[in-house]
């Protein structure tokens, strides 16, 4: 296990730009879209992170060429789909997700494996679904194996998709090549993520893909897709450790490049933060977050964004008033089970948070340092450096996993505190 990590405590109010690399999410889409395309794509600054190269690594084990172009692009050349293939999709959601509906349509057997933890994480539902669409699938959870014939009938499948809302996402991302193309109905407690569900729905129609969606319905038309050039906005949810220093110290921060529109639920940082005391302003490029000095709590359900809630719990762990976090239940389902993960450890610090049946209540007290343990969660990194701003000696375990999706980040942290 690496060396604990000294969270920097700030020595004052930060003021500092910050350069974000690539969307996970959107890198990882269009991966996938340019997989399935009938042409070559060039993805232009995707995110290089642990979740990008295994996704990479997955598609280039079923046949696509991913290969380093100018500028840090990816050129992706699609080809035919084939096993037999070993997968490691490592505790990626996206890459466990996504890849076996494109692996049925791959000649040969496909095997899937992960981290320890990524056997936990639910894939139930997408599984069933893959079979009642025609594919034939062994297993019903990490490691499990896909059994492609070259094609998929595809047609109407209902699931639950409560537990993740990349059950949807995956099923619809490979929904152009079925035969019969891909209706997708919910039933069941509310889906989460609904801005990435609608990144999906964009990413789709922006390769050419006829898709459209109801109430808890989604239907994708049989069709081609284009490759050509896609470029990948920063990672707005990365954005949230950044931002949110400027609260935790009275300061400024700026994030470089915030798109105009924007599927992602980082752009939701805009109004959690002046919610919880702070002031955004965009200039048409760059976003900057002011801190008013007090951090305030927040009664907020966090369903359709729930990638915040990590750094989002943190900040409400130094508001002058409590929080309730709620409609996140599905967060139990993660990297961990970062409901239990963040009341054991804020508690750990002194902290008074307890869990609900779907999300947090957390009451500010006075915290003190301490290991913040991460089971492996890169947001859980960035939540213990956000408290670590505010209380001296939080040591933070693994830093290096926050590499799942921000390799840089403790280099960032270190340049914004400067
Ligand atoms: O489709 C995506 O890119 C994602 C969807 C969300 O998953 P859940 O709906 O499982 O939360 C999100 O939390 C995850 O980080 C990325
Ligand atoms: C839930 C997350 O990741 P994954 O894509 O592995 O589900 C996340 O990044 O917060």
């Known amino acids: 296990m690496p060396p604990l990590w000294s969270a920097p405590a700030a020595d004052g109010p930060v003021d500092a730009a910050v350069a974000l690399p690539g969307s996970k999410s959107m890198t990882n889409r269009a991966l996938v879209l340019a997989t399935l395309a009938d042409e070559p794509s060039m993805i232009r600054r995707p995110l290089r992170s642990r979740d990008t190269l295994l996704m990479a690594g997955a598609l280039r084990a079923l046949g696509v060429a991913v290969d380093d172009a100018d500028g840090g692009a990816w050129r ?3 080809g035919e789909l084939r096993g037999p293939a070993t997968l490691d999709v490592g505790l990626a959601g996206t890459v466990m997700r996504f890849v076996p509906p494109v692996a049925a349509l ?5 095997s899937f494996d992960g981290d320890p933890h990524a056997r936990k994480r639910p894939m139930g539902p997408i599984l069933a679904a893959l079979r009642a669409l025609g594919a034939e699938v062994e297993g019903d959870a990490l490691p499990f194996t896909v059994r492609g014939t070259g094609a998929v009938a595809g047609g109407s499948v209902t699931i639950d998709a409560s537990g993740s809302s990349q059950f949807v996402s995956g099923l619809l991302l490979a929904g152009p090549r079925y035969a019969k193309g891909i209706e997708v109905r919910h039933e069941g407690p509310p889906v989460p993520s609904a801005a990435h ?5 964009r990413m789709l129609a922006d390769a050419g893909a006829s898709a459209e969606s109801g109430p808890d319905v989604w239907r994708v038309q049989p069709g081609a897709l284009r490759g050509g050039e896609v470029d990948i906005e920063p990672d707005l949810s990365n954005a949230a450790p950044f931002l949110a220093a400027a609260l935790v110290t009275g300061g400024r921060v700026t994030v470089r490049g915030w798109p105009t529109e924007t599927t992602q639920p980082g752009d939701a940082l805009r109004h959690l933060l002046a919610d919880m005391g702070g002031s955004a302003s965009w200039d048409g490029g760059d976003l900057t977050v002011r801190g008013g000095g007090a951090i305030h709590g927040i009664d907020v359900d966090l369903g359709d964004v729930s990638e915040l809630s990590c750094v989002i719990a943190a900040l409400a ?12 239940a599905h967060m139990r389902g993660h990297e961990t089970d970062r409901l239990a993960a963040l009341t054991t450890e804020i508690n750990g610090l002194g902290g008074d948070v307890r869990e609900l049946p779907d999300g947090l209540e957390i009451r500010p007290r006075p915290l003190r340092g301490g290991v913040f343990h991460t089971y492996d969660d890169h947001r859980m990194v960035m939540a213990g450096a956000v ?6 000696g939080v040591e933070v375990e693994n ?3 926050v590499g799942k999706t921000l390799p840089e980040f403790g280099e960032l942290w270190t340049e914004m505190l400067r």
């Open 317 to 328: 762990a130094l508001a002058d008033g409590p929080s309730r976090l709620r409609g996140i």
């Open 399 to 401: 830093l290096p996993t």
């Open 106 to 110: 791959a000649a040969g057997e496909v």
């Open 387 to 392: 408290l670590g701003l505010a209380v001296p």
């Open 76 to 78: 992706v050349t699609p």
């Open 197 to 201: 569900l609608a990144m999906t729905m």
